[in-house]
C-alpha cells in the first residue's frame, strides 16, 4: 500500500520513544533545533541541529533527548523510481548526515515551508508531497554530504552502549535459532541478571521485546521482499512452525502474513 506524510513535532520537554520502532517506508528525518540520541540497526550517535537521518523500510530504530524540533518526511519505495530508491538507499548506509551552510538552508526552507502549508491535509496533497521528495532528493544529490560520526560494533569501546550493540549484533546474525537469556549472558560472560538491566537501561526495552520486534521486522521484509513460503520465512526468523508464526504476527501487526504481503 503506497505511503506518503510529512509531519512536524516540537517538544518542550524530554522525550523518548516509548519502544522500538521499524516500519515499511523511508523515514526521513530532518532536525531543526535540539539534540537525539539515537539507535539505528547496529549503531549508536547523536543527532544536532541541521541533521539528516534517512532511515530505509524494516530497520530497528529509537530516538530520545531533551527538547527538540524536527520534520519528518515518509514515504513507501514504491512511490518511487530505481533510481530515487538507490539514492535513498545511499543516504541510509551512511546513517546521518549534514550539508554545507547553503544547502541546509535551502532543505530545511523547503521542507519546513510544506509541512506548514499542508498541516493535517497531508493525506489529500500526495502529489505535492511526492514533488517535494523528488526535489529534496536532487538537493542531496548534488550537495556534499558529511556523515555524522556514530559507534558501531567495530569501533565499540568498553561500555555498555559498546557491550548492547554487541549483544544486538548477536541477536541479529541468530535470529533464526533459538536465542535465550542463558546463551547471551553465557557468550558475554554476565549474569542474566546484570544483562537485562544493562540492556533495558540502554535500549528502553528487555531483551525479549528486542528479539521479538527483530523477528517482526525481518518476517516483514522477507514478506515484502520475496516468495519464500509461510515456512520458509518462519525458519529464517526463528519461529517453530508457520502455524506459530502466523498466530505471533497477527497478534502484533493485526493482520495474517499472508494478507499483509497481498496488501503489499
Excluded at 530497520?59 to 515518509?74: D, F, S, V, W
Excluded at 561500555?159 to 533459538?178: C, F, V
Amino acid at each position: 500500500m503506497s505511503f506518503i506524510e510529512i509531519e512536524y513535532r516540537e517538544k518542550q520537554k524530554p522525550f523518548a520513544m516509548t519502544a522500538l520502532q521499524s516500519h515499511d517506508y523511508y523515514e526521513i528525518y530532518c532536525l531543526m533545533e535540539g539534540d537525539r540520541q539515537v539507535f539505528f540497526e547496529n549503531c549508536m550517535f547523536t543527532l544536532s541541529k541541521g541533521a539528516i537521518c534517512v532511515i530505509p523500510p524494516f530497520r530497528m530504530h529509537k530516538m530520545e533527548g531533551g527538547p527538540y524540533k524536527r520534520i519528518n518526511l515518509y514515504i513507501s519505495p514504491d512511490l518511487l523510481d530505481t533510481y530515487e530508491n538507490a539514492f535513498l538507499k545511499e543516504c541510509s548506509e551512511r546513517v546521518a548526515f549534514v550539508l554545507d551552510e547553503k544547502e541546509e538552508r535551502l532543505f530545511f526552507s523547503l521542507i519546513e515551508s510544506f509541512a506548514k502549508e499542508l498541516g493535517s491535509e497531508t493525506n489529500s496533497n500526495e502529489k505535492y508531497l511526492l514533488s517535494l521528495t523528488r526535489v529534496l532528493i536532487c538537493i542531496l544529490k548534488k550537495s556534499k554530504l558529511v556523515s555524522i560520526p556514530t559507534v558501531t560494533v567495530e569501533q565499540t569501546k568498553k561500555d555498555d552502549n559498546g557491550l548492547i550493540l554487541q549483544i544486538i549484533d548477536y541477536i541479529n546474525a541468530h535470529l533464526e535459532q533459538n536465542i535465550c537469556l542463558d546463551d547471551i549472558s553465557e557468550r558475554f560472560f554476565i549474569s542474566k541478571n546484570t544483562l537485562c538491566k544493562k540492556f533495558r537501561s540502554v535500549m528502553r526495552c528487555s531483551v525479549v521485546e528486542y528479539i521479538l520486534g527483530a523477528r517482526q521486522a525481518r518476517a516483514k521484509n522477507l514478506l515484502v521482499t520475496t516468495d519464500l513460503s509461510m515456512d520458509e520465512i518462519a525458519e529464517r526468523c526463528g519461529y517453530s512452525s508457520a502455524n506459530y508464526f502466523s498466530l505471533i504476527f497477527k497478534k502484533n501487526v493485526g493482520i495474517s502474513p499472508l494478507n499483509y504481503r497481498k496488501k503489499k
